[in-house]
């Protein structure tokens, strides 16, 4: 065997072909390492080493069986898999530190194995009594999930091996290594090579496989791309730590919708789903205020109601801040420069502050129209009506873009009790009894709206 050289990133999987200080992908300092592949010599080539044999092939119209389906016994956490857990896969779950990513699976593991499922809960950061000791906390403690404390891959799957289990929890990837790979655990190579070994593990033996990955500062799972492409669904749990919601967010899923979301709320007893969201993040809202506005969204496939807030004050420094929470930055800035070009409404020398109430972030452009309704309102300080919900896309034109599922999102702004809404003139033909839409074409026509609203 010939040798070749080679460096990695284990920050984020970027190949060098040399050491060097800092990685040119990532900007990180010291996470540059040396590789040792082994590559095929001449000779072995020339006398046919490493040639495979011919595989069967399958047409398109090949009909395969559906996967089969388990429910883990929470109602959120199965729709966000898409109906349940399919058997042979592998599911990666990432989120902040102590933001439940443990608890939430202990939860799952616990409903799934009181139901007459097998499970097997494998730690590689806690002991097996730390683990008991939460399990206790939530009133878990007599459920006949099995326990392991344990970092060495072989004896792991060995063990998994052995018992077969419908599930297994994997906590944490990053702890777990592989003795045949010379590297840390948590590097590039040893993450790569432990979820292939659980992935393999999965679809030999149609157990499904949970693994709990750390994130880095930038909110992505830790370790190079390919780890999220070698599963089969990867999660991400959401929330800040100072509130009490969280949200779990597909953004991958071969048997069932990639952006699907489930909302959870930690108690003294652990996550409990939370059925109505739109009703939970409205609960705290008070007498109209300026600055305030509700968007009918939608996550997944279910339509969910959350508050834009925003304020707008004099800035005492030369270059105003714009401070968001829950919503892109880089959005903000194109909905306030269409504002400015377009309406004449301009925030030079003001200080914009944008927060979604609840800790829930939101991704869908149909945000616009809100985040405007609000910054406007937060400008004249002229409060929007309490009933009136707002909807759609803005273009760099001006113009605002039609929006999906329009009937949906009307519909749950009816149930909790909204009479009126805002939204783009293409969802005209959506006519629902209970709510007074009105219909826009533009966002000046939109501005105007607003204020003769006001008026009336």
Request: net charge neutral.
């Amino acid at each position: 065997m010939a040798k070749r050289n080679a460096f990695q990133c284990s920050a984020c999987g970027a190949p060098h072909m040399k050491w060097t200080g800092c990685c040119n992908e990532c900007g990180e300092w010291n996470t540059v390492h040396e590789l040792v592949e082994a590559s095929l010599g001449p000779s072995q080539v020339a006398n046919g080493a490493g040639r495979g044999r011919p595989l069967e092939l399958v047409g398109l119209a090949h009909v395969a069986e559906p996967p089969e389906r388990r429910f883990l016994g929470i109602a959120e956490l199965d729709r966000v898999l898409g109906g349940g857990i399919v058997s042979a896969s592998a599911v990666l779950i990432g989120g902040d530190p102590g933001i439940g990513k443990s608890t939430l699976l202990l939860q799952a593991a616990a409903n799934f194995a009181a139901n007459g499922g097998s499970a097997v809960y494998i730690s590689g950061e806690e002991a097996t009594t730390q683990v008991q000791m939460r399990a206790e906390r939530i009133g878990l403690s007599s459920s006949p999930v099995m326990l392991v404390s344990e970092t060495g891959i072989r004896d792991i799957v060995a063990t998994l091996e052995a018992t077969r289990p419908d599930i297994a929890i994997v906590d944490s990837v990053q702890t777990m290594w592989v003795d045949s790979v010379d590297s840390a655990p948590g590097s590039v190579s040893q993450l790569r090579a432990v979820v292939y070994q659980f992935v393999r593990f999965a679809k030999r033996s149609g157990s499904a496989v949970f693994l709990i990955g750390h994130v880095t500062k930038d909110g992505q799972i830790a370790g190079p791309r390919v780890v999220e492409h070698l599963v089969d669904t990867v999660l991400y749990f959401e929330g800040e730590r100072g509130h009490q919601y969280r949200m779990l967010r597909a953004v991958k899923n071969r048997f069932g919708p990639a952006d699907e979301i489930g909302v959870f709320e930690m108690t003294g007893k652990g996550l409990q789903g939370v059925e109505n969201p739109s009703a939970m993040f409205l609960s705290d809202r008070g007498r109209p205020s300026p600055g305030s506005a509700v968007f009918a969204g939608i996550e997944g496939t279910r339509p969910l109601l959350v508050e834009f807030q925003a304020l707008v004050a004099q800035s005492a420094f030369a270059s105003p801040r714009r401070n968001v929470v829950g919503w892109d930055g880089n959005r903000l800035a194109m909905v306030l420069a269409v504002l400015d070009a377009r309406c004449g409404i301009g925030f030079g020398g003001q200080d914009l502050y944008l927060n979604i109430a609840g800790g829930i972030r939101i991704t869908e452009p149909a945000a616009d129209l809100a985040v405007a309704a609000a910054i406007i309102s937060a400008s004249a300080q002229r409060p929007l009506s309490s009933d009136t919900v707002v909807f759609g896309e803005i273009s760099l034109t001006g113009a605002l873009r039609p929006v999906a599922k329009p009937e949906l999102r009307l519909k749950e702004a009816k149930k909790l009790g909204f009479s009126r809404a805002l939204a783009p003139v293409a969802a005209k033909k959506v006519v629902l009894d209970g709510i007074e839409a009105t219909w826009l074409s533009d966002l000046p026509e939109f501005v105007h709206s607003l204020y003769q609203a006001d008026e009336n």
